[in-house]
């Protein structure tokens, strides 16, 4: 993964949790990178390790800081390094949703060994959508529910999500693909 997702994981530990507790975080992951540099490339065992250590650390499941660190991709580092993108995205969380694929495309074209996941909207009605969001990562389902609950957030929505594992009827080998439920109430 990119240094700004393992940055994107110190800001969370530190704006919670203190300078002190990151340090902690890092020894226990045995990560001596002391500062990550957005645009470089890092191993995904890296971004594992420091998360599995947050969790010890501070006594939070890894689901809940993965759901906390899409809230913060949203709120805090996306409107900080892709903000034009974000506002260019769509007026609506449906409409963000529909142009994610065009946003992912712009985002590869900064960081061009980027391997997004990519989210397909499978049914779209008035009040729901059912997203498959397909990644050759493993377990960062949680981090996807913070992420669209961010986005539901920014465009003025409570979202509830359900999920459940979904079969293509096309499987690619190594990519596992989670079918999200979105629903929301009526917007007046």
Avoid at 42 to 56: C, H, M, N
Avoid at 91 to 96: A, G, I, Q, R
Avoid at 101 to 111: L, Q
Avoid at 119 to 130: R, V, Y
């Amino acid at each position: 993964m990119y240094g700004l997702v393992n940055k994107a994981v110190q800001g969370l530990v530190i704006e919670n949790y203190g300078e002190e507790t990151w340090d902690k975080i890092r020894e226990r992951a045995n990560v001596d990178v002391e500062m990550f540099i957005s645009n470089e490339s890092y191993k995904d065992s890296l971004t594992y390790d420091l998360l599995v250590a947050a969790s010890e650390i501070v006594n939070q499941p890894a689901s809940e800081l993965l759901r906390l660190l899409g809230h913060y991709w949203i709120t805090e580092i996306a409107v900080q390094h892709y903000g034009a993108m974000m506002d260019a995205g769509g007026n609506s969380f449906v409409e963000f949703m529909r142009n994610l694929p065009n946003f992912h495309g712009r985002v590869a074209m900064i960081f061009p060994n980027l391997k997004p996941p990519t989210f397909t909207i499978l049914k779209e009605e008035k009040n729901s959508l059912h997203l498959v969001y397909e990644s050759a990562r493993n377990g960062l389902e949680m981090f996807v529910v913070g992420l669209l609950e961010g986005l539901a957030k920014r465009h003025g929505i409570k979202i509830k999500i359900d999920q459940s594992e979904f079969k293509s009827t096309q499987p690619v080998e190594g990519v596992n693909q989670t079918l999200f439920l979105v629903s929301w109430d009526s917007i007046s």
